[in-house]
């Protein structure tokens, strides 16, 4: 009982890690998604095209080798030593996890934005015009809230994957809860932990999963 | 004085000319009636005069203000982005397809542009809102979302909407089109009150009879220009065209 107790006190701490990794991720990936969205409609062709060519990449090479370019690749390509580096509270390893999955969702989330984005019918905007609300009145009145409650079934999807995707972050030697599971488990010898650490990840799905289903609700009123 | 003044207006999409030198004045309180055959350039016409499609070449003046004209070197200039926004507060455009927000209810869906393009007061839009919808027999809908009402209703909102800015001019995109016949005569009844209180309007519209009742003046389109146009060109056709239109009514 005794391990158990410190089993739950060690993944706890993790779990600070896992939280940070996840709010910090959707708080700059959703808008840097919103605006990687709006560079990929570019009418300018050079725009368009290096935004196609970056969500490329991002969707198409995995999140842990982007990780670990983030975090290595200053020093290795350019000789930046980043890595003792303390940005602020944060470790640079830490700083480079964000930035990593920051870019790597951010494009997940530009092509679920482009997708709602572009299901609106045009007679919203033509409507809009002719009531002679400015681009960015249309924007953020009439069109982002209805492109909300269409990508939000899609959204819900990322955020549960980005919950189980802050295990990744081991690469860079974060003490998430992941790392913290495994260490635990090599130590104790038992596989108590990882089923720890499974319940403390469902559970955490499982709140996102209510939330997301209110917020959709609350969204009913419209069709 | 004409609140609508449109000179030889050319309009091509790619290398298919749709409007092909049309001219057309609307007076103060008049109603234009615009029939004629699908892809005849009613709709491109009344889209023009609105700022949703940009013409190559003419000039549109409403309420006095150019919208754009083509100087003596051919080129055809727009007026600039704030006249752009004064002219559109002075004309409204009622859709086909209505095209309300269906995220606002019908309060908001009128209101929302009095408050934040025409800096109006909460209360003073409200109150234009009321009196509109009262007006429409709208009134205990105000606080109705749009999936909820039929077609007929959604209409009488986007009128109502089209209405709140006190517009010189209100032009209509076939409002009728997507309605069945009873919902139909609601709106036909709600235009032609409109032009008892002399709403100068510009119509597009299938429906022949309403047409010939309601317009003071009708025009036939065809082909990207004005075949022919007059009092009574649906009773008493003048040209070819406009007759063999005229006999599938």
Redesign the interface.
């Known amino acids: 009982m005794g391990d158990l107790q410190s089993t739950l006190t060690q993944l706890s701490s993790g779990l600070r890690f896992t939280l940070g990794i996840f709010f910090l991720t959707l708080i700059f990936s959703i808008p840097l998604g919103l605006l990687v969205a709006r560079g990929r409609m570019s009418k300018v062709r050079i725009i368009a095209g290096l935004v196609r060519i970056y969500i490329s990449v991002m969707r198409g090479t995995p999140l842990m080798l982007q990780l670990l370019l983030v975090y290595f690749g200053p020093y290795y390509i350019f000789g930046v030593k980043l890595a003792d580096l303390d940005i602020g509270p944060f470790k640079y390893r830490f700083v480079a996890t964000i930035i990593g999955f920051s870019l790597n969702y951010a494009a997940y989330f530009a092509e679920i934005f482009r997708g709602g984005i572009q299901s609106m019918?045009v007679?919203?905007y033509?409507?809009a015009?002719?009531?002679?609300?400015?681009k960015m009145?249309t924007y953020f009145?009439?069109i982002l809230?209805?492109v909300v409650?269409r990508v939000l079934p899609s959204v819900t999807n990322e955020v549960i994957t980005l919950v189980k995707d802050t295990s990744l972050a081991q690469v860079l030697a974060v003490t998430e809860m992941f790392t913290m599971a495994k260490n635990l488990a090599s130590a104790q010898v038992s596989v108590v932990p990882f089923i720890v650490a499974g319940v403390f990840y469902y559970v955490m799905n499982g709140i996102i999963e209510i939330i997301m289903n209110r917020a959709e609700k609350s969204?009913n009123?419209?069709? | 004085m004409n609140v609508l003044e449109m000179k030889n207006i050319h309009k091509s999409f790619g290398s298919l000319e749709v409007l092909k030198g049309i001219d057309l004045n609307v007076a103060k309180g008049e109603v234009v009636g615009i029939i004629g055959p699908s892809g005849g350039g009613k709709s491109t016409l009344l889209r023009c005069a609105t700022t949703l499609e940009q013409i190559d070449k003419g000039t549109i003046t409403i309420a006095g203000d150019t919208l754009a004209s083509t100087g003596e070197d051919g080129v055809t200039r727009y007026a600039d982005k704030k006249s752009l926004q004064e002219i559109r507060g002075k004309f409204g455009l009622v859709f086909q397809n209505f095209n309300l927000f269906p995220h606002f209810s019908v309060r908001r869906n009128i209101t929302e542009s009095l408050i934040h393009v025409h800096k109006k007061s909460k209360d003073e839009a409200d109150a234009i809102c009321d009196s509109l919808l009262k007006k429409l027999g709208m009134l205990e809908k105000a606080n109705a979302y749009p999936c909820n009402l039929s077609g007929g209703q959604q209409q009488r909102v986007s009128i109502a909407r089209a209405l709140a800015v006190n517009p010189d001019i209100l032009f209509f995109d076939e409002p009728t089109s997507a309605l069945d016949p009873e919902l139909t005569s609601g709106i036909l009844k709600v235009i032609r009150e409109l032009a008892e209180e002399h709403m100068t309007m510009v119509i597009v519209t299938h429906e022949m009879a309403f047409a010939r009742d309601v317009a003071d003046k009708l025009v036939f389109m065809d082909g990207g220009v004005i075949v022919e146009q007059g009092r009574d060109i649906i009773s008493n056709p003048q040209m070819e065209r406009t007759k063999e239109f005229l006999a599938g009514y």
């Open positions: 019918p007679g919203q033509e409507a015009q002719i009531l002679g609300f400015t009145q009145r009439i809230p209805q409650k969204m009123y419209y069709s």
